[in-house]
């Protein structure tokens, strides 16, 4: 009760020393001025709970530590009822009663799953992907988290890294973009309700350009390239409010990204602002010592604090070595002070010291987990992410009157169907498969199923019953890919295949039913090489991991009870050959001609064409779409004029649905190479069949911005092409002039 007692009376003090409207900022300094250095360091300390392992294993007695007042934050820790129990620990059992934030990779959903972010990405539907992280906090925060180390705003070009499931893709227009929407769902409009956890802008920065696509790996690349490629979406995030960051594990240029200064002290917070905290990722500030770049432990602890790391997240560096860095002269308390400020802002922000247990209450918890508003809104997320890449002779929709075969390791998977990063989702209990989804559209005895063959086996002993299921059917549904685990962190792929004997059952189904129509369902992290399969099935639906309602959410793409509308984000290449491959490259002095494009001495390969085998912005309906009447408000514009661009769509189909209507431009000639195209705008419209619509889009000189040589973010007047597109897949044939 002494505890207790203490807490109270700090609050009271806290309070009464300038009035109960004073601002967080003036109750952050009136809990300093009461704080040992100990206390201090403890905010920038974090430890996990062990819930999850998302890191190498590492044991600590993190309630001793708590105890001392010695930790700021705990990651893996989630349900009320545990948070509770630890916060009780800090507020009750330290001198000043300070509560912990807690933290967790809520990354595509919490308790109710939603399609990896890639898949999410593939909606191109900002208000789907606000809904769903506002969905997710909404879980998140019942259980007693704070804190999601989302979103992953890194632009990856590499499928065979295994991260490019968690982010957006490869475009840097539609990342930022994305970038705000996470934003704006996770910490929603007010941080004091209890509903929101604070965001975290990761992985600063140039994570995603791992050499060979190797996790963990050095990053090099020109200050030009940084600036114009991999720096925009994490600005996008600060100018949406986002409050932490989150260093990286690659180095970049020489400097691993948790001791550089450049990063984090002159770009993020000289340049841009930013005025939240920064979190280690897990033991970055450990490793950088295997890097070489730190002698040891007390210099990782150094170099992490000189450049501007505000919190050690399970590296124990900071508890060890801060207080005697200070005494030794070698890093100056301030910089201490403030870290230990700004974490202790953010619990402000968040409510805790007006309640510490406001977010630990397990009647919320009950009531608001897995809503059946919620799975709605997963079920709808699913269909809506996938994406049809092929559909000859109109394949799909599926006939209800028919017999399927369904068949393959994932048709009635309902464990890795989450996908990696699967939050706290029940991955055996409420996740829908495939095989359940169907039974809402077909009765028992139209669905002959037949696993086939594991994802990962050389056992080819299930291949007669798949077979023998498809020659019973009227149609093939084969439902394959990757388990959960082979995409997401430490999941690099070399061979970006179909794994396993995935790859031979199609071929010997193909060859045992050539006049059959064959589906296949992919439920993949990355982009796959798919050069054989697209030549021995009839159509292909891109679904990712769909997450918790996924099953459903297929089904009714399958039966056309919903119309694909989702399309890539990421180029997918014809071989591992071409990789790293997107759209917005850079056209070298030896382009292929196109009126040559046999022609030698230019720039191609000997054994394989340049272009992808489907292209960014792909994605085919069940309807069909017409782009007529472009117009341009003008041909010649100033710096200080708008333009605006506009084409006609039409439903020229017989089913209603959305289009993904695209800007591009292309800035042909300028100080530095710019891309031969870049996304500049973006809308996703519903058009009933038959049904037309004017899309239009403004386009000012602060669109045509980049970093040029001398790194001024600058406009160059000059010649443009502009084109709005069903995808990147186009000719420019017209274009405007700025002067």
């Known amino acids: 009760m002494k505890r207790i007692t203490l807490y109270f009376c700090f609050l009271f003090v806290l309070w009464a020393g300038s009035g109960f409207a004073q601002n967080n900022e003036a109750k952050v300094d009136s809990l300093m001025n009461l704080m040992t250095l100990e206390e ?71 308790r109710t799953i939603f399609p990896i972010n890639l898949g999410l990405a593939a909606s191109w539907d900002i208000n789907l992907i606000e809904q769903t992280s506002r969905i997710a906090a909404e879980e998140a925060s019942a259980e007693g988290l704070h804190w999601t180390f989302a979103p992953m705003l890194d632009i990856a070009r590499d499928p065979r890294w295994g991260r490019i499931s968690e982010g957006s893709g490869e475009d840097v227009y539609l990342a930022s973009v994305m970038a705000k929407a996470y934003v704006r769902g996770f910490q929603g409009d007010d941080l004091s309700k209890n509903n929101t956890i604070l965001a975290t802008a990761k992985h600063f920065v140039g994570y995603g350009a791992a050499q060979a696509g190797r996790d963990y790996h050095t990053v090099n690349m020109g200050e030009g390239e940084l600036r114009n490629v991999y720096l925009p979406p994490f600005k996008a995030a600060v100018d949406a409010g986002v409050e932490t960051f989150m260093t990286a594990f690659n180095e970049l240029n020489g400097v691993p990204s948790t001791g550089d200064k450049f990063i984090f002290r002159d770009i993020l917070r000289g340049e841009w602002g930013f005025e939240g905290f920064v979190v280690s990722d897990y033991t970055a500030i450990n490793e950088l010592i295997p890097h070489g770049f730190a002698k040891d432990s007390t210099d990782a602890a150094r170099l992490a604090m000189l450049a501007g790391t505000d919190m050690d997240m399970m590296g124990h560096v900071y508890r060890k070595h801060l207080k005697e860095l200070i005494t030794d002269g070698k890093i100056d308390v301030n910089l201490v002070n403030e870290s230990s400020r700004k974490i202790l802002l953010a619990k402000f922000k968040l409510g805790l010291f007006d309640d510490p247990y406001r977010y630990s209450d397990e009647k919320r918890q009950t009531e608001t987990i897995y809503k059946p508003e919620f799975l709605k809104v997963a079920r709808e997320s699913a269909a809506a992410s996938s994406v049809l890449l092929k559909n000859d002779n109109k394949s799909l929709p599926l006939d209800r009157t028919k017999t399927i075969a369904l068949i393959g390791p994932l048709a009635k998977d309902d464990y890795h169907i989450n996908g990696n990063w699967g939050g706290a989702g029940d991955r055996q209990g409420k996740s829908i498969s495939v095989f359940e989804g169907l039974q809402d559209y077909l009765k028992a005895n139209q669905i002959l199923y037949a696993k086939g063959c594991d994802i990962l086996s050389d056992d ?32 690099s792929r070399t061979n970006l295949k179909i794994p396993g004997l995935q790859p031979k059952l199609i071929q010997k189904i193909r060859e045992a039913v050539p006049n059959k129509k064959i589906v296949l369902v992919l439920m993949n992290g990355r982009p796959l090489n798919l050069s054989d399969e697209v030549d021995q099935v009839d159509a292909i639906l891109e679904a990712w991991f769909p997450g918790s309602m996924g099953g459903s959410g297929i089904a009714d793409l399958l039966y056309g009870a919903y119309n694909p509308s989702g399309k890539l984000t990421v180029t997918f290449p014809r071989n591992v050959g071409q990789v790293p491959i997107y759209y917005n490259m850079k056209n070298t002095g030896r382009p292929i001609p196109e009126s040559n494009p046999t022609e030698d001495y230019k720039s191609n390969y000997i054994d394989a064409p340049n272009t992808p085998l489907f292209v960014f912005g792909h994605g085919l309906s069940y309807t069909s779409f017409e782009y007529s009447d472009f117009k341009l408000s003008s041909e010649s514009i100033g710096f200080e004029d708008t333009l605006t661009a506009s084409v006609t769509v039409s439903n020229t189909g017989d089913v209603d649905g959305h289009e993904i209507v695209q800007l591009y431009i292309h800035d042909k000639v300028g100080s530095v190479t710019r891309p031969v195209k870049e996304l500049k705008g973006f809308e996703k419209i519903w058009l009933k069949k038959g049904e037309r619509q004017t899309v239009s889009f403004t386009i000012t000189a602060e669109d045509l911005k980049f970093y040029n040589n001398s790194m001024q973010f600058t406009v160059e007047p000059g010649a443009f092409e502009i084109a709005i597109a069903p995808s990147s897949d186009f000719k420019f044939e017209h274009g405007f002039i700025l002067n």
Request: charged content about 20%; glycine content about 14%.
């Open 40 to 110: 201090k360091i403890g905010q920038t300390v974090m430890y996990g709970g062990g819930w999850s392992v998302t890191g190498p294993t590492t044991k600590t007695d993190y309630v001793k530590y708590i105890k001392a007042g010695s930790v700021g934050a705990m990651l893996n820790v989630y349900t009320a009822k545990a948070t509770r129990d630890l916060q009780k620990t800090a507020v009750e059992n330290t001198r000043l009663g300070i509560p912990l934030l807690f933290g967790y990779d809520v990354i595509h959903g919490h």
């Open 460 to 491: 080819e002993s299930g291949f007669e019953e798949a077979i023998a299921a498809a020659k019973k059917a009227d149609v093939v549904v084969l439902v394959m890919g990757e388990d959960h685990g082979m995409s997401g962190e430490a999941a």
